[in-house]
């Protein structure tokens, strides 16, 4: 099976160390275990590619930069061009094109529609409500040019596939996505979890409980802070080690010092992708404690790590999670407004070893069953080959 794979987003760096970033390289990866082969468009390369993705064929397609202006919004309208000139180029180097895979961005649908003119499949990754979140988060100039971007690529598609309840829920105010969505959610490489040594091993007898993530708003890291200092105060041997980067660094190791934690607390700043497995395996809580919000669409890679780790978790109860997590089986769950609640869970996990044992060992059973990426693919293939008569994709060898 011969697959493109269209990435025109510029903040999504394909061979970066951010979760979308692994997000692309580890669908790419089950694809290729499954036997296809794989053409990447990227607008972001964001580094070299990993060792095992170096023979992968990449095709870079424009980049408007950084700029945060209606400029650059007509600039990456204009790169639609530059992926349908691309995937017309492309697919006589590899043979025929059997899928056409795109993560849906902001302004891209050349893909899609490529797809519908070949009469090939076209299946449409949808990863969050885009739209909203760049109006919120970054700023957004023209919207009306974004919905029709949008109307314009799920109409095209074959297949819609967010990769939550929530993000279909999105899906269906727009008529073009209707009758059409397979909510997909994320996997795991387990393989990349099973045997990793820690690499920030605690002192012995010391309690580590940590967190993985971006650090922006809606992570709740002021809120893991606030429990933490709770938790410290009646478990004195724990740390609290939290791994990444991003806007609400500062302001966490500013609270982390006026809640005179600051001792026990370690910032790793922004580590590569391969660094995440030793970093679980110096931990023994994984922690999500995504705080109160009507708009909960993630499906958290970092939940399905710290499992595949074998790691006990604590995690808010919203969104995905509330069915990812069995609360008391494989995990333990909270009210998101709840820091007394999450406290009170990292106390009963710190004083029970063998309920540590229990839920990780459960946990990553349930990732190396029903959560891995090899699986995720296994749906995508399948579902191309629903697509339709006209859309018979050949099977993977």
Not at 34 to 59: C, F, K, M, N, Q
Not at 62 to 88: F, H, M, T, V, Y
Not at 142 to 162: C, I, K
């Amino acid at each position: 099976m011969n697959i493109a794979y269209c990435c025109a987003d510029p903040g999504v760096p394909v061979f970066g160390s951010k979760g979308c970033s692994l997000h692309v390289q580890e669908v790419i990866r089950a694809l290729r275990q499954l036997g296809a082969r794989v053409t990447l468009y990227a607008a972001a390369r964001g580094g070299e590619p990993p060792d095992d993705l170096a023979d992968l064929r990449v095709v870079d397609l424009p980049n408007p930069g950084g700029r945060k202006d209606p400029a650059r919004e007509q600039a990456a309208l204009a790169a639609n061009a530059a992926l349908a000139r691309g995937l017309s180029a492309g697919a006589g180097q590899a043979g025929p094109l059997d899928l056409i895979y795109e993560r849906y961005s902001l302004w891209s649908y050349a893909g899609m529609e490529q797809a519908a003119r070949r009469g090939v499949p076209g299946l449409l990754e949808v990863n969050a409500p885009l739209i909203r979140e760049q109006a919120r988060y970054r700023g957004l100039h023209d919207t009306e040019a974004a919905q029709q971007v949008a109307r314009r690529v799920f109409a095209a598609a074959s297949a819609l596939v967010p990769v939550s309840d929530e993000v279909a829920g999105y899906l269906r105010d727009f008529p073009e996505a209707r009758g059409k969505t397979h909510v997909l959610p994320n996997g795991v490489n387990t393989a990349r979890f099973g045997s990793a040594r820690p690499s920030l091993p605690a002192s012995p007898g010391t309690l580590t409980i940590g967190f993985v993530g971006s650090l922006k708003p809606w992570h709740g890291i002021d809120r893991l802070l606030a429990a933490f200092r709770d938790f410290h105060l009646r478990y004195p041997a724990s740390r609290l080690l939290i791994v990444g980067d991003g806007p609400e660094r500062r302001p966490a190791e500013a609270l982390a010092d006026s809640l005179d934690i600051a001792r026990a607390t370690l910032f790793t700043g922004a580590v590569p992708t391969d660094a995440v497995p030793g970093l679980l395996a110096s931990m023994d809580v994984g922690v999500a404690p995504y705080p109160p919000s009507g708009d909960f669409y993630f499906s958290p890679l970092k939940v399905y790590e710290y499992m595949a780790a074998g790691l006990p978790v604590v995690a808010s109860r919203i969104g995905q999670l509330r069915g990812l997590i069995r609360d008391g089986e494989d995990g333990l769950l909270c009210a998101p407004e709840d820091a007394d609640g999450l406290s009170a869970n990292l106390l009963a996990l710190a004083e029970s070893p063998a309920l540590r044992a229990r839920l990780g060992n459960a946990a990553r059973a349930k990732m190396e069953r029903d959560h891995t990426w090899l699986g995720v693919a296994r749906r995508l293939l399948a579902l191309a080959r629903e697509a339709g008569p006209e859309h018979d994709a050949r099977e993977a060898v």
